[in-house]
T-cell receptor, first 114, second 115 residues
Framework: GAGVSQSPSNKVTEKGKDVELRCDPI?????LYWYRQSLGQGLEFLIY????????KSGLPSDRFSAERTGGSVSTLTIQRTQQEDSAVYLC????????????FGPGTRLTVT | AQSVTQLDSQVPVFEEAPVELRCNYS??????LFWYVQYPNQGLQLLLK??????LVKGINGFEAEFNKSQTSFHLRKPSVHISDTAEYFC?????????????FGQGTRLTINP
């Protein structure tokens, strides 16, 4: 079956612009996670959604970052007023439930801020 | 707080040689441990996991890992590597916090297989 998909695969933007990154989880997976993978920082948890519950935003690095999940499925991560330090690969993962141990990762979106 | 340390950032080995990728974790409570692999330009794929039970865990592609509670380690091993094993490997520790699984990753180990 289809795995987690993310779009775009690559995004180059100018400093100060806003960007939106999209994640389509596996059908039926209620839990959705966003991570950031950058040089020197490794993989960092950003935000977590479970169904229609309020998200866990504890990993978001600043208030320029926000995310939403519509209808308990597709999620969009928005970065406002991008900075060069936002350059990274943004990974999305989903799991069957909030207590499921296996997370399935998408291929990621490589964001470059010039 | 939990943390994960992968002791080697890069490991070069020859094809068909054995390999061990080291991982140590710190946690004051029971943990669940994972190894993920990331092939070039791809997302992460679960290799194996330790939740409970036997300390020797077997995963996909011939990899295995041993959970050692006294040494707080979860090293990944393969007796004979192949060129296709070239990838980055991440060790992760998980806890259930407020009903949700949270993964904390190590910095990764880049495994390079030379012919």
């Amino acid at each position: 079956g289809a795995g987690v998909s993310q779009s775009p695969s690559n995004k180059v933007t100018e400093k100060g612009k806003d960007v939106e990154l999209r994640c389509d989880p596996i059908s039926g997976h209620t839990a959705l996670y966003w991570y950031r993978q950058s040089l020197g920082q490794g993989l960092e948890f950003l935000i977590y959604f479970q169904g229609n519950s309020a998200p866990d935003k504890s990993g978001l690095p600043s208030d320029r970052f926000s995310a939403e999940r519509t209808g308990g499925s597709v999620s969009t991560l928005t970065i406002q007023r991008t900075q060069q330090e936002d350059s990274a690969v943004y990974l999305c993962a989903s799991s069957l439930s909030r207590q499921a141990y296996e997370q399935y990762f998408g291929p990621g979106t490589r964001l470059t801020v010039t | 707080a939990q943390s994960v340390t992968q002791l080697d950032s890069q490991v070069p080995v020859f094809e068909e040689a054995p390999v061990e990728l080291r991982c140590n974790y710190s946690s004051s409570v029971s943990v669940y441990l994972f190894w993920y692999v990331q092939y070039p330009n791809q997302g992460l794929q679960l290799l194996l996991k330790y939740l409970s039970g036997s300390t020797l865990v077997k995963g996909i592609n011939g990899f295995e890992a041993e959970f050692n509670k006294s040494q707080t380690s979860f090293h990944l091993r393969k007796p004979s590597v192949h060129i296709s094993d070239t990838a980055e490997y991440f060790c992760a520790v998980s806890r259930i916090i407020q009903g949700a699984q949270k993964l904390v990753f190590g910095q990764g180990t880049r495994l390079t297989i030379n012919p």
